[in-house]
């Protein structure tokens, strides 16, 4: 389990225990989620999160056929670039 994980743990189970309100709960619970979102993207290669960032901001405008062209090219994009050439050779020493 990540130490992100753990610390959530440590400050969200008293609070299931407490008599706090649900409306709290349910606040801190989102804060720790966006806590462990924002700590797994920090993680990504740059050059994926920003193809990702661009492709979200366009989404609601483009229609889907174009959409989905765009993602494809951003994905094989993504694949020349040396960070998704370490991620593969990380990825496959783990399987040895």
């Not at 349910?26 to 920090?42: M, N, S």
């Not at 290669?45 to 765009?70: D, F, S, V, Y």
Request: with cysteine; aromatic share 4%; net charge positive.
């Amino acid at each position: 389990m990540s130490t992100l994980l753990r610390i959530g743990k440590v400050l969200y189970n008293p609070l299931v225990r407490s008599r706090s309100s649900k409306s709290n709960r349910a606040r801190v619970g989102l804060w720790l989620l966006g806590l462990a979102a924002g700590a797994c993207l920090a993680q990504q290669a740059p050059a994926g999160l920003a193809a990702t960032k661009a492709l979200i901001h366009r989404a609601p405008t483009t229609p889907i056929g174009q959409q989905l062209e765009a993602e494809r090219d951003a994905i094989i994009d993504c694949m020349h670039t040396e960070d998704f050439r370490i991620a593969v050779k990380k990825f496959l020493s783990k399987g040895k």
